[in-house]
């Protein structure tokens, strides 16, 4: 019998995929080294019992976490911020040239964490094994990631915020002036000691993303409204 379960839903649309994978045509491993990263998480959150569930066709990556298989409410709540942290930390690995992991020019997503019911199970059919995904935070979160974010930045649906202390709230996460709230992974990641070394490059590969786009191409248009927001976003931080 299937059944749904009430999870944290997170949608991501990689940005400009389809046309790294055609740079790569050869070198099919430098593509998987990229999308490897969707699969890893950051460190503290190997202490909690509730990890998340993965799935990456093409240039969508999907994370599920069954948040109320756990009936402690600090449980899930600790659970909550450190999928957020997982998700800046993500971000910050997508566009930096860290541990020989990533590619010449940084990666950009769109994404949108939502709470709803999810059926991601795995099914047998005549010997056959298959993945079955589907439910309203799903649609949700598709919806949310492409008709809302807009920007490169991973949204968060208010219907969340009933997990989070105000305090909490604001050290995650940022509003560029839209009302929209999204995960602030440039303080994030620039806190981290991992990347403690890395920290005078941070800003200026940040910067580079962006820049870079503007420079060849100023005139204005869908996609370059992005990476004037990208600048915008970088400005509020530096």
């Keep these: 019998m ?16 389809r046309e790294f994978v055609e ?39 999907v994370r599920i976490i ?13 659970t909550l911020y450190q999928e957020i942290l997982n998700l800046a930390w993500i971000q910050g690995h997508l566009f930096l040239e860290l541990e020989g992991t990533l ?43 492409s008709k809302v974010a807009i920007y490169p930045r991973i949204i968060i649906d208010p219907i969340l915020f009933d997990l989070f202390e105000k305090e909490e709230v604001e050290k995650l996460l940022l509003d560029t002036g839209d009302g929209i709230l999204f995960i602030n992974y440039l303080k994030h990641i620039y806190g981290l000691k991992e990347f403690e070394e890395n920290r005078p490059i941070i800003l200026q590969r940040h910067e580079d993303l962006f820049e870079e786009y503007l420079n060849k191409h100023p005139k204005l248009d869908k996609e370059s409204a992005k990476f004037i927001w990208l600048k915008r976003y970088h400005q509020m931080f530096s």
Excluded: W
């Design 66 to 78: 069954n948040i109320y298989r756990e009936s402690n409410k600090k449980i899930q709540t600790d």
């Design 2 to 17: 299937v059944e749904y379960t009430t999870s944290i839903v997170t949608f991501i649309d990689i940005l400009g995929f």
């Design 23 to 61: 740079e790569n045509i050869s070198n099919p491993t430098k593509v998987k080294k990229v999308l490897e990263i969707f699969y890893r998480v950051n460190k503290p959150v190997s202490a909690l019992p509730i990890k998340p569930k993965v799935i990456v066709f093409s240039d969508s990556v």
């Design 103 to 145: 590619v010449e020019r940084g990666i950009l997503i769109r994404g949108a964490v939502t709470l709803g019911k999810i059926v991601a199970d795995e099914y047998k059919y005549n010997g056959e094994k298959g993945n079955m995904l589907f439910g309203p935070a799903f649609n949700q979160a598709y919806d949310l990631e």
